[in-house]
């Protein structure tokens, strides 16, 4: 069966970093989006890595902080987040699918292929 699974998440100080891992069971991974929903917000699109066109794109909040990177021999795709602020506290998501990544945003979780459960992250002193 099919999974999407990620990893990493947890407790971290203002400042801190955390890297967060999605990795794919029995299917190959496409483009791959991170998501984020901080509670009572609405789930955000945090990035988008595609093979073919090779692009990346970021949400404006984690440029220069966040960097996301893959490794197709393990069919994964890693979010490392750097300076961590109480604002990047949330639920973290990866899915994969057909995406281009030009226009990312959290809409882009509704045309997705996998989906995986979430991984919480909080950022507290």
């Known amino acids: 069966q099919s999974q999407l699974v990620e990893s990493g998440g947890g407790l971290v100080q203002p400042g801190g970093s955390l890297q967060l891992s999605c990795t794919a069971s029995?299917?190959?991974?496409?483009?791959v989006g991170w998501f984020r929903q901080a509670p009572g917000k609405e789930l955000e699109g945090v990035s988008c890595?595609?093979?073919?066109?090779?692009?990346?794109k970021y949400v404006d909040s984690v440029k220069g902080r966040f960097t996301v990177s893959r490794d197709n021999a393990k069919n994964t795709v890693y979010l490392q987040m750097d300076a961590l602020t109480p604002e990047d506290t949330g639920v973290y998501y990866c899915?994969?699918?057909?995406?281009?990544?030009?226009?990312?945003?959290?809409?882009?979780?509704?045309?997705?292929?996998?989906r995986g459960q979430g991984t919480q992250v909080t950022v507290s002193s």
């Open positions: 899915a994969s699918g057909p995406f281009g990544c030009t226009w990312f945003s959290g809409s882009y979780w509704q045309v997705a292929d996998h």
């Open positions: 029995d299917f190959t991974l496409d483009a």
């Open positions: 890595q595609s093979e073919n066109p090779p692009r990346i």
